[in-house]
């Protein structure tokens, strides 16, 4: 299977238009095989170049209304680089290939957790008839799928009925790739002979996904047949003795979402777990899906190796990576049902990994541009480490977008003050810079062409923004997934894997993305537009940044939430380092003053207790205006005032007119706090005895008697 293939689930998903009103009746479809054949017959014509004719054998197929079971058979032993070839190729070859993959689709999704239909097929295998047996495995496979395993491990445990039991793992080797995760967690039972069955038959399936858990088997079973059993399966699916290796490469994979894993008959709404008895389904949404098959496969190396600290970092990257995702679909209107809470428990666990392997999946995320993720790392560094980490400092130097740099930096800095150690002055500038930022922007541009590409890219770093690019469709729809908060998205009209339409249809049907602007790089905007109307929001000829910036309009709050919230934290950090001595941050005084005007009390109240230790004559003015603005909150005025007289211990001049705005408050009808506050920091001001005496006179409301 090819790398391209992943995508069809996603796609199918997308083409619901092309979806059957009806399931056709049974008696009326033809039969799996027959429909593999013909379409078979347009896939050697295809192949040979013949693209008419293999269109008109294709339309053959459809016209004997395949069943969607049989279409779902028939994308599963079809190359994805068929389906990929008819969708590119565009017209009626797209349209054609989108009823398929709907169709599959359907039949994918209809599979019913249905105990007693289970058992009354599972009852038809007993039968001496061939053709009947088959039928039933395909049914079973098509209508229950995964489901049916709980039901077959039960023959596979029955030491007195062997011909039971090879009919039950010949279904299961039928069922093919669906059945292996829920077989790989019977494999936990205690019973020898159902994990010898079971590795057997993992064997005879040949998924290289049971590698890694049958190396461990294989090395390490009590029972010498589990082993042997292990050991012959584990050559079959092509793996090595090296089951840590194995499984440490599986983990990455699911959460890469890597092909070789994650095709789309490999995707579940379930993930099982063995409960002693038997094993037992838990409902996942999608998007969580690869993460908690990840952090399966990382939990097994760590039971094969206790003190890898691999296992650890993949643990805690596929954690915080799925808590970043949770926020953003359930944000987005995405039901999660209770998974918040079922993550918490693997939150912990990640908090207990330790620095070294935190640092090491940070390494990872970086390497990866796993955007989320690095984000979730680098604040749980900034909350477990006890002293700066290799790749804190490359997440703050090396280039990372604008979100990264001050999470790291924020991170850098928590450190360094709980150590009562020097920050260092990259990370104190990055910390003025993250206070200071008003908006956090992400951009992503998908275009073949890499002049243009670099040039889009470009224009849009000029704007501050951090900036995404990839020269084909299948890169950046995969990585999507591993960015938060995608503002707006260029796609060039022509794309070298993918349609345009594609990508849109993809785009849209993800949560988070239904609102992302999207702009077509386009020679013609003219025809792009007849095209594609309503499905994006602009057309660009040229690097426009204004067009960009109109069509961004509207995710702007989105944005400045999100650089409140680092600006918040890191003038925090900065108030920390400046209230403890050890580190200079008063090149920072010039950024936390800008940011006083126009920001939230969250930064605001943070900036002003960093400033009244470190701000200096030129913040006066920018402080002193926020004591006066009635518009303020109390608490901020508050602050302001006690930053203020702070400020005023070590640059005590202020001009006539300050000094007048901070008697005006004084003498108003303010907030008491306010107006001692206030009172304090004119105590500070540099003046001659009679100046004071009078301003002590006109707070006072009167002449001294």
């Known amino acids: 299977m090819t790398g391209s293939r992943r995508l069809f689930c996603l796609l199918a998903i997308a083409t619901a238009a092309f979806a059957p009103s009806a399931t056709p009746a049974p008696s009326a479809a033809p039969a799996a095989d027959e429909v593999f054949e013909a379409f078979q017959r347009g896939v050697d014509l295809l192949q040979r170049g013949q693209n008419e004719e293999a269109l008109r054998a294709f339309q053959e197929v459809l016209a004997l209304d395949p069943s969607q079971e049989a279409a779902y058979e028939l994308w599963q032993k079809i190359d994805g680089e068929i389906w990929l070839k008819m969708l590119v190729l565009d017209g009626d070859y797209e349209l054609v290939a989108k009823r398929f993959l709907s169709l599959a689709e359907a039949g994918r999704q209809a599979r019913e957790n249905d105990p007693d239909g289970i058992r009354a097929l599972l009852a038809e295998l007993a039968t001496d008839d061939v053709a009947q047996r088959h039928r039933a495995i395909q049914k079973l496979s098509a209508s229950h799928g995964e489901y049916a395993v709980p039901h077959l491990l039960y023959g596979l445990a029955n030491p007195n009925d062997g011909d039971r039991r090879v009919i039950f793992m010949q279904a299961l080797v039928r069922m093919g790739g669906d059945v292996v995760p829920p077989m790989i967690e019977g494999l936990g039972s205690s019973d020898a002979f159902l994990r010898r069955n079971i590795a057997l038959t993992l064997g005879y399936i040949a998924d290289p996904r049971a590698a ?155 390497d990866q541009r796993d955007l989320a993720a690095a984000i979730g790392l680098a604040r749980a560094l900034g909350a477990g480490a006890s002293q700066a980490t290799p790749n804190l400092v490359r997440a703050l130097e090396g280039g990372a977008s604008g979100a990264i740099r001050g999470e790291a930096a924020v991170a850098l800095g928590r450190i360094a003050h709980q150590a009562v150690a020097v920050a260092s002055p990259a990370a104190v500038a990055a910390l003025g810079e993250a206070a200071a930022r008003e908006v956090l922007q992400i951009a992503a541009v998908i275009d073949g062409d890499e002049a243009r590409r670099a040039a889009y890219a470009e224009a ?75 499905k994006v929001q602009g057309f660009l000829t040229a690097p426009d940044m204004d067009a960009v910036g109109e069509a961004m309009t509207g995710g702007l709050n989105r944005d400045r939430a999100a650089a409140n919230d680092l600006a918040a934290r890191a003038a925090q950090v900065l108030s920390l380092l400046a209230g403890a001595g050890v580190t200079d941050v008063r090149a920072t005084a010039g950024p936390l003053a800008g940011t006083l005007a126009s920001r939230p009390d969250e930064v605001v109240l943070s900036a002003l207790a960093a400033l009244r230790a470190i701000g200096g004559a030129d913040c006066v003015a920018a402080i002193a205006a926020v004591v006066t603005d009635t518009a303020r909150s109390d608490e901020a005025r508050v602050a302001a005032a006690e930053a203020l007289a702070g400020v005023l211990l070590r640059a005590p001049e202020v001009d006539e007119v300050t000094r007048e705005g901070l008697l005006g408050v004084c003498r108003s009808d303010a907030l008491f706090a306010i107006r001692a506050a206030t009172a304090r920091a004119l105590g500070r001001v540099a003046l001659p005895d009679e100046v004071r005496a009078e301003i002590m006179r006109a707070v006072r409301g009167g002449t001294s008697q």
């Open 460 to 534: 849009l770093a000029g704007r501050n923004m951090t900036v995404n690019a990839w020269p084909t469709a299948a890169r950046g729809l995969v990585a999507l997934r591993s960015i938060p908060g995608i503002d707006v998205i260029l796609a060039a009209e022509s794309l070298p894997d993918l349609t345009l339409f594609q990508v849109l249809d993809e785009v849209r049907s993800d949560p988070r993305f239904a609102e992302t602007p999207v702009l077509v790089i386009t020679a013609d905007p003219e025809k792009a537009t007849e095209l594609y109307g309503e």
């Open 212 to 366: 890694g858990v049958l190396a461990a088997l294989a090395g390490a079973d009590a029972d010498a047949g589990v082993r042997e059993a292990a050991a012959g399966a584990l050559a079959k699916c092509g793996g090595t003795p090296d089951a840590l290796a194995q499984l440490l490469a599986l983990g990455d994979a699911y959460h890469r979402h890597d092909p070789s894993v994650l095709q789309p008959h490999h995707y579940s709404d379930v993930v099982w777990a063995w409960d002693g008895k038997s094993v037992v389904p838990t409902t996942v949404p999608r998007f969580l899906y690869p993460d908690e098959m990840a952090k399966k496969a990382y939990w097994r190396a760590l039971a094969v190796a206790p003190g890898a600290v691999e296992a650890l970092a993949g643990i805690a990257r596929a954690s915080v990576a799925e808590r970043s995702l949770l926020e953003e679909w359930t944000a987005a209107g995405a039901n999660a049902g209770d998974w918040s809470d079922r993550l918490a428990a693997d939150e912990l666990a990640a908090g207990v990994a330790g620095a070294a392997a935190l640092d090491l999946a940070l390494g990872w995320a970086l």
